[in-house]
């Protein structure tokens, strides 16, 4: 074989993968593994269904088998303070669930929160993925919509006594589509406002009698700002928590939910309940000086909240474990202010369980989710991520006067984002927006006129 | 048959990193731009050809645009204060200096580090409340630097965060580069009555400009791709003013799961790289 040969040989072999990746991407010619799954699992779900009066379950105890399932939180390595309990209640549900299954094993894979809908999206296109998987209930649209979860038919969810769910609405609102529900809440997540009942007391208020109303959190931020001290802590450098936290609360407790996005999943935040959300956020940086221009560039304002930095703060419930301990009995927490006329708003949301299609068990797998949702279960769960239980008959066992809290209030404010397809967008562009008018690059009409185009434009 | 193995043995040592090569970068490079061509339909693994369509969609993003200035800003900006600092480090520990190598470690530590351990170094370098550099400005009673809440304080901070992390590795390879220069050549020239910024001119630079080469593509490539160190600082913010490329196609890609357009934005960067590079061997590979 002369030179020129050899090259023309490697030259070949190049080109053939180059056609290969070319046509994979030919319409209707999905990877055959995708094809098996797709086409195989509906009959594995339906023939279960059929046994499921044999045995307690849907699947055969006896089965020989692993699931899969990729979380935030590791069950099997050294885990941090504040994730150790969640994980100890996973491994208390495998040891539930193998005493019914004793031959499943399962598999843990470890993925960081805010990349585990990624990667299942990712793992999902080629056709892989986990058999369950803990995702943010807020954004299953992008999994569901490609068709990368099985749903929770109303054959599964009849083996769940549906009375005992606290708000059930929720989980519809953000994982019901065309009447199919794709993933099902561990605990809830509400927001509130947190305060330090010590700080009130120095200047002069009352610790149990919080701000109700936006002009009150206003009066209340300007009384404890002095020194170093400022009145109110809110992220503004990081767009889950903003968006989540207060900005689109404070836009739907001036109106509704049709004033974040429409029905249609257009922008509804260019409406009069918009423009006074984003004036208002504007004021409080700008004009009353009760929150730090630091917040901009925050990732995490529980950090400065629990450092003294701020005598208010407003987050997650997630937050229980560093405030309580930074706090003790000086902790403070009441719902989210709201406009005069208007009322308060707690977003909440949840990690969900949902199946990927992937799964080549699916009635295996929702028999694991099942686990997670049982009586001995949920007040646990709740308790390890400081939210609130998924069952009404939890709440008995909860003792936390501060769970049992916001149990009450995401019961009363509690509120689904709407559901949009470009939920991701919607995120970044109001976040953006919102910091221009902070730093008074924008004035708060014009930005939200123009973040609402921007946004619109995507759907043409 | 013995012939052609003796004859052709370099070669034939080369097939496995080819074949390797084909698999994990050529395949996928046009895997990506075949990509760039199709839009994701409700099923899984199914594309729908699209055309150019994605490289439209992404020409009118707005993001496409600022993210573009954020870029150019970013890159030059690292890339300048990266070589230069670099060179003079270089030129500085070539000269008989105690305690050479552990200068040269020192300098070297911070590419060593995990970009996410940099990245949050200066996150709480420069925090608005908290930091240790506010805390002295303080004590000193100076007003304290605010940069991480203001677009260009932002950038500037990403941009020292780079270049600190960076120079190590410039400094690193124009050392090894200096080191093959003969000390005669220098001698002559400062015997013909040649300057420091003459030697430097007309003999140091153009014997190491091909090691100086590697060092502006590898950077080049280095500061078009990154995204660590941003993501950990700032995130891409504030108002999206550290939206480096690397940030914006991870957005593209895995917080809007926009693959087409990601892909378009991906075949975008590996064009903008090809012209850069060229640019960079046309300017330093022609003839003296």
């Known amino acids: ?460 | 048959m013995k012939r052609f193995f003796e004859k052709n043995f370099y070669i034939l040592l080369t097939i496995p990193a080819t074949v390797m090569i084909a698999f994990i970068s050529i395949y996928p490079a046009f895997y990506s731009f075949a990509l760039s061509l199709n839009k994701l339909t409700n099923a899984v693994g199914k594309f729908e050809y699209v055309g150019l369509k994605n490289y439209v969609r992404l020409f009118r993003n707005p993001d496409f645009l600022s993210s573009g200035i954020v870029s150019l800003k970013y890159i030059s900006i690292s890339l300048v204060g990266t070589i230069f600092l670099g060179l003079i480090l270089a030129l500085l520990l070539n000269k008989k200096v105690k305690f050479k190598g552990t200068f040269m470690s020192i300098f070297l530590i911070p590419w060593i580090i995990s970009e996410v351990v940099s990245g949050n170094m200066f996150r709480w370098l420069f925090d608005g409340s908290f930091s240790i550099i506010n805390e002295m400005l303080s004590e000193a009673g100076l007003p304290a630097l605010k940069l991480l809440n203001n677009p260009d304080g932002a950038l500037a901070i990403v941009n020292t965060a780079t270049i600190w992390r960076n120079l190590g590795f410039a400094m690193i390879i124009f050392i090894a580069a200096l080191q093959t220069i003969d000390p005669n050549v220098i001698e002559a020239a400062k015997v013909d009555g040649a300057g420091g910024w003459q030697q430097f001119r007309f003999i140091t630079f153009p014997l190491i400009r091909y090691h100086f080469m590697v060092v502006l593509i590898l950077l080049t490539l280095f500061f078009i791709n990154q995204v660590t160190t941003v993501f950990v600082i700032t995130r891409g913010g504030p108002v999206d003013s550290t939206l480096v490329p690397g940030m914006f196609l991870y957005r593209l890609a895995f917080n809007y799961f926009d693959l087409g357009q990601a892909s378009a934005f991906s075949v975008f960067l590996f064009v903008v790289n090809i012209i850069v590079i060229s640019f960079y061997i046309r300017l330093l590979m022609r003839p003296q």
């Not at chain 1, 046509?23 to 699992?41: F, G, I, K, L, Y």
């Not at chain 1, 450092?307 to 997630?318: L, P």
């Open chain 1, 1 to 460: 074989m002369t030179k020129r040969r050899f090259f023309t040989l490697i030259t070949m072999i190049i080109i053939i993968i180059t056609t290969f990746s070319l046509s994979s991407c030919v319409p209707a010619q999905a990877p055959a593994t995708t094809e098996a799954v797709t086409e195989e699992t509906p009959t594995t779900a339906e023939e279960t269904t059929a046994e499921e009066k044999t045995y307690e379950g849907r699947v055969d105890p006896n089965i020989t088998a692993t699931l899969e399932v990729w979380t935030y939180y590791d069950p099997t390595g050294p885990q941090t303070e504040i994730l150790d309990p969640v994980a100890k209640t996973a491994l208390k549900v495998v040891e539930n669930f193998n005493k019914k299954y004793p031959n499943v094993k399962i598999n843990f894979t470890v993925v960081p929160w805010d990349q585990i809908q990624d990667k299942v999206f990712t793992a999902g296109q080629a056709g892989q993925g986990p058999d369950v998987a803990t995702l943010m209930i807020q954004r299953m649209a992008e999994l569901v919509e490609p068709g990368l979860l099985y749903p929770i038919t109303e054959d599964y969810l009849s083996d769940l006594d549906l009375e005992d769910w606290v708000n059930f609405e929720i989980d519809k609102g953000y994982a019901q589509f065309d009447g199919q529900l794709y993933g099902i809440s561990q605990a809830l997540h509400g927001r509130l406002l947190w305060y330090n009942k010590k700080a009130f007391k120095e200047a002069g208020l009352d610790p149990e009698k919080p701000p109700e109303t936006w002009t009150q959190l206003v009066e209340y931020g300007k009384a404890l700002t002095k020194g170093k001290q400022y009145g109110l802590a809110i992220t503004a450098g990081e767009k889950n928590q903003a968006t989540f936290e207060w900005l689109w609360p404070w836009i739907i407790a001036g109106g509704g939910l049709e004033d974040l996005f429409k029905k249609d999943g257009t922008a509804g935040w260019d409406g009069n309940a918009g423009q006074q959300a984003f004036q208002f956020i504007y004021d409080l940086f700008n004009v009353n000086k009760i929150v730090s221009m630091d917040a901009v560039g925050w990732v995490d304002g529980t950090e400065h909240f629990v450092a003294g930095d701020t005598a208010m703060f407003i987050g997650g419930t997630y937050r229980i474990i560093p405030i309580t301990k930074a706090l003790g009995d000086d902790t403070g927490y009441a719902p989210i202010p709201y406009p005069e006329g208007g009322h308060s708003v707690n977003i909440a949301n949840s990690w969900a369980l949902g199946i990927s299609k992937a799964s080549k068990n699916p009635d295996l797998a929702w028999e694991l989710i099942k686990e997670w949702l049982t009586p001995e279960i949920v007040p646990q769960e709740a308790t390890a991520e400081g939210a609130v239980p998924i069952r009404k008959s939890a709440l008995k066992e909860i003792t936390d006067p501060i769970l049992l809290f916001f149990a009450e209030n995401v019961g009363k404010y509690g509120q689904p984002v709407p559901p949009t397809k470009f939920h991701q967008q919607g995120q970044d562009i109001t976040f953006s927006a919102i910091q221009e008018v902070i730093l008074g690059k924008k004035d708060p009409a014009q930005a939200v006129k123009d973040s609402a185009a921007e946004f619109n434009a995507l759907f043409k």
